[in-house]
């Protein structure tokens, strides 16, 4: 089965100018997460779907990020404009949906480096 | 006071030895997640728990429902186990949200 696909690995961009990190998921996969993970750091959800619907979005700086979902499948992640703050790795992690308990298996990309000068 | 705290924050072991990071979280949880994230890699689920004990090749994870804690074991550590590892919880009550700790520097020596 092929994992969850990401791209770019990495970009380099400089403050104020803008950058879009996409993601595929692993087929059927009804959950999708963007995390930020800055260096040293566990990651922190910035937001999160579920099909095409956003179920937890409270931690994405909203003024320059943000995220769709078209048909509940690929997602891609804005930043406009970039901070220096915002250098970080952008993770994509996709689950499937349980009936039961909701504890899906969690499987992540590979990341998107970004490094704002 | 963060929802997941790990420890240690950071370890170095000898090869052969044996390994515990843990885990504490103090919200409610559907199940908790170890995770493994290579330098430069991308991250690696190792175990999902609910409940109990789970074991796959050299690595045990256990959980205490009621003290809210978990430990990762690693017998007969080897240096390709050093990583990063990264506990995750999901919560009750909340369509899948996760809260990660912030991880565990692992670095086993010959």
């Known amino acids: 089965e092929a994992g969850v696909a990401q791209s770019p690995r990495y970009k380099i961009i400089e403050k104020r100018q803008s950058v879009a990190f996409w993601c595929n998921p692993i087929?059927?996969?009804?959950?999708l997460y963007w995390y930020q993970q800055i260096l040293g750091q566990g990651p922190k959800l910035l937001i999160q779907?579920?099909?095409?619907?956003?179920?937890?979005d409270s931690q994405l700086p909203k003024d320059r990020f943000s995220a769709e979902r078209l048909k509940g499948v690929d997602s891609t992640l804005k930043i406009q404009p970039a901070k220096l703050e915002d250098s970080a790795v952008y993770l994509c992690?996709?689950?499937?949906?349980?009936?039961?308990?909701?504890?899906?298996?969690?499987?992540f990309g590979e990341g998107s480096r970004l490094t704002v000068l | 006071k963060n929802e997941v705290e790990q420890s240690p924050q950071n370890l170095t072991a000898q090869e052969g030895e044996f390994i515990t990071i843990n885990c504490s979280y103090s919200?409610?949880?559907?199940?908790l997640h170890w995770l493994q994230q290579h330098p430069g890699g991308g991250i690696v689920s190792l175990f999902m728990?609910?409940?109990g004990k789970k074991k796959h090749g050299r690595l045990i994870a256990t959980i205490n429902i009621q003290e809210k804690h978990s430990s990762l074991h690693i017998t007969a550590s080897h240096p390709r186990d050093s990583a990063v590892y990264i506990c995750?919880?999901?919560?009750?009550?909340?369509?899948?949200?996760?809260?990660f700790g912030t991880g565990t520097r692992l670095q086993v020596t010959l």
């Open positions: 992690a996709s689950s499937p949906l349980r009936l039961a308990g909701n504890t899906g298996e969690l499987f």
């Open positions: 087929s059927g996969h009804a959950t």
């Open positions: 779907f579920q099909n095409n619907g956003v179920v937890d």
């Open positions: 919200v409610g949880i559907s199940a």
């Open positions: 728990l609910s409940s």
């Open positions: 995750a919880v999901k919560h009750t009550g909340t369509a899948s949200k996760l809260t």
